[in-house]
């Protein structure tokens, strides 16, 4: 694994600034492939990541690990704890790391007197001893083949808006092949015809 402040500066690169949730991301990262045996990350191809939050550490994770949604290598379920679940595929080692929420009342033991908020926490989250930052615990994650890296496994078309659903996204409803829109409703409302129509 290459040093902390390197792959931190990579980190905050990526997700634009160096925040206290990078410096957490960054370790979380770090603690999580060293336990599941993988020293190299971004060049294995065996580690899967599964994030727990769509914040600042998440960013983290991705640039340590260099697993990526597009490559079916990171996967998000939004639960909103700031956790990870790192899993070797060769092995079937998996370990979920999850950042303590009593670290931030730790922060003055570690940090000079006299910073403000932001700087102490950043300052602490890099020299507190991990078992003050982090909850380990070892798990089982047993991943679907419709969820693994590679080509989709399968692809069917819905009944009711005609698009395509990969790796067995389809709800079965009322006899019918349903994506998830039709079947339980969207996050977005269409407002007319689309370009490029389904029709004609």
């Known amino acids: 694994m290459r040093p902390f402040d390197e792959l931190l500066e990579e980190s905050a690169a990526l ?52 697993c990526k949604l597009g490559k079916r290598t990171l996967k998000f379920l939004d639960y909103g704890k700031v956790a990870a679940t790192f899993l070797n595929q060769d092995t079937g080692n998996a370990v979920r790391v999850l950042a303590r929420d009593d670290s931030r009342d730790a922060v003055a033991a570690y940090a000079p007197a006299g910073m403000d908020k932001k700087a102490a926490q950043d300052y602490a989250y890099k020299v507190m001893p991990e078992e003050a930052l982090f909850i380990l615990e070892p798990v089982r994650v047993d991943v679907p083949g ?55």
């Open 15 to 66: 997700h634009g600034h160096l925040c206290p949730g990078q410096i957490l991301g960054v370790r979380l990262a770090m603690i999580g492939c060293r336990e599941v045996g993988i020293d190299e990350p971004v060049s294995s191809k065996s580690l899967l990541v599964y994030v727990e939050i769509d914040r600042c550490a998440t960013d983290a994770i991705q640039a340590v690990t260099g």
């Open 146 to 200: 419709t969820d693994l890296p590679g080509h989709p496994v399968s692809r069917v078309a819905c009944d009711r808006c005609g698009e395509g659903i990969n790796d067995g996204r389809e709800v079965r409803q009322e006899g019918q092949t349903l994506c998830k829109p039709c079947a339980h409703g969207a996050y977005y409302q269409p407002l007319g015809t689309a370009l490029g129509s389904r029709e004609g």
